[in-house]
């Protein structure tokens, strides 16, 4: 894996993404979190590694971050050699995808069906269809065995994960839990292996087609619709042995050391609350947390002096000659008390920022990186807006 020379003088969250191989961001929606995986990966990129990120949000986020029109679910390479113009010299490489979550439920069919014809059946049956695009946690299960597949390939030094907002980024890393107890437990295992609770073989729903029940059940449901289904385990019990075993494999990874989790979050009191909770249960998991990052933070660029001086005396300073000449139609008064009315509102929001960043002090191990990113006037929608919050996230590069 490639490493960073310069990793002696390097920060502590610089130092634990040396030792990642993969770095899960988790978050609220609209906190930056798209845009922070982007800067991770970028940052690792410019440092030597090879570096996928990916997503599994389906909004064109990731791709505006990164310059780009759109992605899709093949990697895309981004090309760095704009940075020559920023005098940067990128030593790694950086790619970029979106995860399709039913493509990735299909590659697992595809891996796991004993044959030809079983693969078919199972892609082709209506319940396949429902299981993989609709049951909760089936989808967020695929892509985190995506996730583990391309991990295991070794065609990455570092891959960073973009999850969506919190609740649906909690069923991403539950879910290979949550399939594990599925398949294992009794009451799905009668549906498709003949006879695990009375030990006795020809009990399964499946082998009891002709059955009084199943005749029944055939009534209220339609016969084709209880046959589809009838189909759908049968087939479909093949599988299972290997989900199970995948899920064990995904979670030991998620769990690993070669994993980590950055909780991204915005300053404001309700996001800050909701972050603190998605650490709290990332930490009874026991999951590696490599930082805390808080985006959009307002500084304090202005004074108390400042604030309080009379509107009277700002228009003055802008009309003594000092500034360019405002146009005519540009009241100096009325300009003078805009903008003091604005820098009192910027200060208001830079002191509740600061008070975001004092609770999270309090509540956070002392050695937790917590990484504020300011407030940027416009949103980041080219490397080039990257690399400027790589620096800030970073520092001086």
């Known amino acids: 894996m490639a490493s960073n020379p310069e990793a002696t003088s390097a920060s502590p ?51 505006n971050s990164l310059g780009i029109e759109a992605l899709g679910s093949e990697m895309q390479q981004i090309p760095l050699d704009r940075f020559a113009d920023l005098g940067l010299e990128p030593r790694g490489e950086l790619w970029a995808m979106m995860l399709d979550m039913k493509e990735s439920f299909d590659r697992l069919v595809q891996r796991y069906a004993p044959d030809d014809t079983t693969r078919q059946d199972i892609l082709d049956n209506r319940f396949y269809h429902y299981f993989s695009t609709s049951l909760a946690g089936t989808q967020e299960y695929a892509a985190s065995e995506r996730l583990f597949e391309i991990v295991e390939s ?36 009668w549906l498709y292996k003949p006879g695990v609770l009375s030990g006795r073989p020809g009990l399964g729903i499946v082998s009891v087609g002709t059955t009084y029940v199943m005749r029944t059940l055939g009534k209220f449901t339609g016969g084709e619709l209880l046959n589809d289904l009838g189909v759908f385990l049968k087939t479909f019990s093949a ?12 979670q030991k990874l998620l769990k690993g050391p ?8 915005a300053p404001d009191s309700l996001t800050v609350e909701e972050a603190l909770y998605f650490f709290e249960k990332l930490d009874r998991d026991a999951l590696n947390i490599d930082a805390f990052i808080v985006n959009r933070v307002h500084p304090r660029w202005v004074g108390p002096e400042a604030l309080a001086q009379p509107a009277s005396d700002l228009a003055q300073a802008l009309t003594d000659g000092a500034l360019p000449p405002l146009p005519d139609e540009v009241d100096a008064p009325t300009l003078a008390a805009h903008l003091l009315e604005n820098a009192s509102q910027f200060e208001l929001r830079a002191s509740q920022d600061a008070a975001s960043l004092e609770l999270l002090s309090r509540r956070l191990p002392d050695d937790l990186p917590i990484l504020a990113v300011p407030y940027f006037n416009r949103d980041i929608h080219s490397l080039a807006g990257l690399n400027q919050a790589r620096t800030a996230l970073f520092g001086s590069l």
């Open 258 to 265: 070669r994993t980590s989790f950055v909780v991204v979050t």
């Open 154 to 189: 070794e065609d990455f030094d570092l891959i960073v994960l973009d999850t969506p907002p919190t609740t649906h980024a909690l069923d991403f890393l539950e879910a290979p839990q949550r399939l594990t107890d599925a398949v294992s437990s009794r009451a799905l295992q």
């Open 239 to 250: 599988l299972f042995e290997g989900f199970e075993e995948r899920a064990r494999a995904v």
């Open 13 to 63: 969250f610089e130092r634990a993404l040396e030792r990642r191989e993969v770095v899960i961001c988790v978050g609220s929606g609209g906190v930056g979190k798209t845009t922070s995986s982007a800067v991770i990966g970028l940052h690792a990129a410019m440092a030597g590694r090879r570096v996928l990120v990916m997503t599994i949000d389906p909004a064109r986020r990731l791709a």
